[in-house]
């Protein structure tokens, strides 16, 4: 398969990631899409991978705070807490940035790393060339390769770097890691591991993989653990719509402030791109709402099939896990109707205002 990206997706993760978005919490889903303002939030022993739309890697270490904050003209992030590992493609400019409370690192195009932790931040360089900010100074330090900046409270040290420990690379332990979680029964973990096996080339671990996924997949449990999955996913889905939308919202105010302001041309430019940003956004409601549909009916369908589960136990346990995710995708289904609402109005609302444009 191969993965159309046109942002950041994450493409691999294990342990405990979450993906914060709008004030809601998400777990992640493998090719999940991110967008400014989500954060990234992994736990103890857990790491996870984001990849750019021009195949840029960044890598987040266990116990990390990890943002998004730009994703247009230039890439900007904020590492709060933890520690990243960038692989970044040749770039126009310093147009890659990662920001800590401490520094601020620009790149071309390079591979590097960046901690912060309490009031120390370090930024290391592996190969090419670094801008590194110092914000208490407001001073600037050009790293080259297998150099390191390092602040601890009022110092700074520039060294060479001796050793490097390449903890964002996949190693079989961390394979081994979510293959013991696949063979408890975790059918996401079995699905990370299958992704996590290709990329480091294990044949044997990728049979045994798909032996668990096969059995995993076997009866009604297994067909609910897919659906959650599924589920997840649309979630996230209305979430991120729920975001576009809200800023088509902003950008009809400040065309009203354009107009107001007799600034035509430059409300004709904006009018022009929020007028492609509805025509956009409308269909994929739609879309997003058919997926909705085609989880409840079969979730509907998991419910009839319960008929033929004999344990009494099971089958009360089970058909309460459905009906919870028949609501779940119901809620949904409402936030995504309630959007295409607004983008309707919206574009009744464009309409109006193109005309008070004067030529």
């Known amino acids: 398969m191969v993965l159309l990206i046109i942002g950041a997706v994450m493409t691999l993760y294990m342990g405990d990631v979450k993906i914060r978005r709008n004030g809601e919490v998400l777990d992640p889903v493998l090719?999940?899409?991110l967008s400014e303002d989500d954060t990234v939030i992994t736990g103890s022993g857990a790491k996870?991978?984001?990849m750019e739309k021009d195949s840029s890697i960044i890598v987040l270490n266990e116990n990390?705070?990890?943002t998004i904050v730009e994703e247009r003209a230039r890439r900007h992030f904020f590492l709060s807490w933890g520690s990243v590992w960038a692989k970044v493609k040749k770039l126009?400019?310093?147009?890659?940035?990662?920001?800590?409370?401490?520094?601020?690192?620009?790149?071309r195009g390079t591979e590097f790393f960046v901690c912060f932790?309490?009031?120390?931040?370090?930024?290391?360089v592996v190969e090419g060339k670094v801008d590194v900010l110092d914000k208490k100074e407001g001073k600037h330090y050009i790293l080259d390769k297998m150099k390191l900046y390092k602040r601890a409270k009022k110092r700074v040290i520039i060294r060479?770097?001796?050793k490097i420990n390449r903890w964002a690379e996949w190693k079989k332990k961390d394979l081994d890691h979510v293959i013991k979680?696949?063979?408890?029964?975790?059918l996401q973990a079995t699905i990370i591991a299958e992704a996590l096996s290709k990329r480091i080339n294990t044949p044997d671990a990728l049979q045994r993989i798909k032996a668990l996924r096969a059995e995993q997949s076997r009866g009604t449990e297994g067909k609910l653990m897919r659906t959650v999955f599924r589920i997840r996913a649309l979630e996230a889905d209305v979430s991120l719509m729920e975001r576009k939308v809200r800023r088509i919202g902003s950008g009809m105010g400040r065309l009203k402030n354009l107009i107001g302001s007799g600034k035509f041309k430059l409300a004709r430019t904006v009018a022009s791109e929020l007028e492609n940003r509805i025509s956009a956004s409308i269909p994929e409601t739609f879309e997003i709402e058919a997926r909705a549909k085609r989880i409840s009916q079969d979730l509907r369908l998991l419910l009839k099939e319960l008929k033929g589960v004999d344990d009494q136990k099971v089958k009360a346990r089970i058909k309460k896990e459905i009906m919870k995710n028949i609501k779940r995708v119901s809620?949904?289904?409402a936030r995504i109707r309630s959007q295409r609402k607004r983008l309707e109005r919206f574009r009744n609302l464009l309409n109006k205002l193109k005309k008070a444009i004067k030529p």
């Not at 932790?117 to 290391?124: A, I, N, P, W």
């Not at 979680?181 to 975790?186: C, I, M, R």
């Open 92 to 107: 126009a400019g310093w147009n890659f940035q990662i920001e800590s409370p401490v520094t601020v690192a620009g790149v």
């Open 181 to 186: 979680l696949a063979e408890k029964g975790n």
């Open 160 to 162: 060479k770097i001796k």
């Open 31 to 33: 090719n999940m899409e």
């Open 64 to 66: 990390t705070t990890f």
């Open 331 to 333: 809620v949904a289904r």
């Open 117 to 124: 932790t309490d009031d120390s931040s370090q930024v290391g």
């Open 48 to 50: 996870a991978e984001i």
